[in-house]
Each structure stands twice: as C-alpha cells, then as structure tokens.
C-alpha cells in the first residue's frame, strides 16, 4: 500500500503541472493554479502514511537532527510521508511561481522548460525564477518610471 501511496502524491499533483506548462494560457488553468486546494488530495495521502509514523514523524520534526530523520525515512511510510510533503509544497511552489509569471508576462516557452526544473528539482528552478523575477520587476520598474517622466515633460 506504501508503494501505492508514494507513486499516488506525484499523479494527484501531475495534472495541475500539466496545464500550468502545457496550457498556461487556457482560462480554467488560472483558476485551478490560483487554488491552494489542489495540493488537499496529496495532503491526504500524506496523512495516510504520516499516521502510522506519527511518533518517529513527531520525534524528527520537534528534535530535529540527522540521525532522527535518517530513522524516520528509513521507514517506508516515513519516506512517503516526506515524499508527499515535497509534492504538496512543491505544487504550492509551482502554483505561486505561475502567477507571478503571468502577473509579470514572462513567457510561457520560458516558464514552461522552468517548472519542469522546478518539479524535478524544486530549488534550482525556484533560484533561477527568482533571479528572473527580480530581472522582470527591475526591468518593469524602470520602464514605468521612464513612462512617467515623458508623461510629466508634456
């Protein structure tokens, strides 16, 4: 069953991935991205295998250390249940990191390549959509301001 829910947290989460690469642009994407109840499936399968750990979970996040944490993911629940943890708050994420890139229109051949890293590999791909974030904002504001001078001169 372990197996089944650990493979189960990445499907719940896979279609909402999909149209936010696949079809950014598509009305109901916005929508179901600009939800944070897409992520409540994978926090169940997450409480279906955090339950039976609950004493090893609970001994890991209130005294955290190496040793401890390496015992709980040694446990197949245990490694699920923080399996389904980074799922869920990787959607989040990813869902975030959509909207942003919508409010500032970077486009979507960017942002695409961008969370497929950021699925994979969520902190490279957050690192580098802050970094292009950062260049948007800088780039937006500066244009804004130069906008509003020309507008003054008048």
């Given amino acids: 069953m372990t197996g089944f829910l650990f ?45 039976p750990v609950f004493p090893e979970l609970w001994t890991a996040v209130s005294s955290p250390d190496l040793g401890t944490f390496r015992e709980l993911t040694a446990l197949a629940d245990g490694a699920g249940a923080i399996w389904s943890q980074v799922i869920a708050w990787d959607l989040l994420l990813g869902q975030w990191m959509y909207r942003e890139a919508r409010r500032l229109r970077i486009p979507a ?11 994979l590999l969520s902190p490279f791909g957050l690192l580098v959509f802050l970094g292009l974030r950062s260049a948007r904002t800088r780039r937006s504001t500066r244009d804004d301001l130069a906008v509003a001078a020309s507008c003054g001169a008048t």
Wanted: aromatic share 10%.
């Fill in 7 to 51: 493979e189960l947290s990445f499907w719940l989460a896979a279609p909402v991935w999909l149209l936010m690469i696949f079809a950014p642009a598509w009305g109901p994407t916005a929508r179901i991205a600009g939800s944070p109840l897409t992520v409540v499936p994978v926090l169940l399968v997450y409480l279906a295998l955090a339950v």
């Fill in 109 to 119: 051949l960017l942002m695409g390549p961008l969370l497929v890293c950021t699925i």
